[in-house]
């Protein structure tokens, strides 16, 4: 096998999520893989390492929430703000298995930040709203945490736990080695009427069968999680092969995706006064929009 074709077979394990259930757990999860779409998504900007790393967690976070919505059209955006620290902005979307995000940042004081940073010092002060948008009936649930604690996945944790009532696991894990870069994700979540509706859980208590999958799925190691050569189905074997059953979906295939055509933004402009589009317009009579997500300015016509 040559080396392209090699990097070719290696790289079919990635940009993937299996949702699953254990029936009688009342569980449901997640567990995703991503790698060329992630790459896409890291190489628009010219990010430090503890930058990558935190907007790639942020990357699988938002495809394992997001992958919650089965409507087709619904968006889950995950957004952290804050000041006083090196990260100011961080802005990730999922819509319809396409996932993009970019972050704003301080370079000179991420260098003076320690890399295995807790979420303070990398944010200073500042919340995380998760915020479902649901495309049928055009509801919106958002929730807000204090960006504290070691990770954003323990702050969607506690999103979970705190807005939704819904105990959670998540877990992900990053290896990059220069440009390339992989990372894996598990979400496990306690959901005692199925997928179907929003009744809320009183008490994890009531519930000792979900402390079970917990720990089950509170064992998945790091590496499982970024191997490409365990397929994420083998992983579930290997996490829950005590079940009596347990239910995969089919595959579905993850991407990275920006929604900043000309046609788009030319319908957002043709809303705006003639008397304010000419003062956005440059010289060469264009309007120029800047897509923060893929870091590129589009020239728009109207
Ligand atoms: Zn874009």
Not at 203 to 227: N, Q
Not at 244 to 252: D, F, G, Q, S
Not at 270 to 281: A, I, K, L, N, W
Request: aromatic content about 6%; overall charge negative; proline content about 5%.
């Amino acid at each position: 096998m040559n080396e392209q074709a090699q990097i070719r077979t290696e790289r079919i394990g990635f940009d993937q999520i299996l949702g699953f259930t254990i029936p009688d757990r009342h569980a449901r999860g997640r567990v995703v893989r991503l790698g060329p779409a992630l790459e896409t998504v890291l190489s628009a900007h010219d990010y430090p390492p503890a930058i990558k790393h935190l907007l790639a967690e942020a990357l699988v976070l938002t495809a394992l929430m997001g992958s919650l919505l089965k409507e087709p059209g619904s968006q889950l955006t995950v957004q952290a703000q804050a000041k006083g620290g090196p990260v100011s902005l961080l802005v990730c979307d999922y819509l319809d298995g396409a996932v993009r995000g970019y972050v704003s940042h301080d370079a000179e004081m991420v260098k003076a930040t320690a890399t295995t940073a807790r979420l303070e010092s990398l944010f200073g002060e500042g919340y995380l709203a998760i915020t479902f948008d649901l495309a049928t009936t055009g509801e919106r649930y958002q929730g807000i945490v204090p960006l504290e604690g070691a990770s954003l996945s323990e702050a969607c944790e506690s999103y979970f736990d705190q807005s939704e009532q819904l105990p959670t696991l998540l877990r992900v894990a990053i290896r990059s080695e220069g440009a390339h870069c992989v990372a894996g994700g598990l979400l496990v979540q306690h959901f005692p009427d199925g997928e179907e509706g929003r009744e809320r859980l009183h008490a994890k208590d009531d519930h000792p069968e979900w402390e079970h999958v917990a720990i089950m799925a509170g064992s998945t190691r790091h590496d499982e999680l970024v191997d490409p050569a365990l397929a994420l189905e083998d992983l579930l074997v290997r996490l829950f092969h005590e079940e009596r059953e347990v239910r995969v979906e089919p595959l579905a295939v993850l991407s990275r995706g920006c929604r900043c055509t000309v046609e788009h933004y030319r319908s957002i402009l043709s809303g705006f006064p003639e008397d304010q589009r000419v003062e956005m317009r440059d010289p060469d009579g264009t309007i120029p929009v800047d897509c923060a997500f893929c870091s590129r300015i589009i020239r728009v016509s109207v």
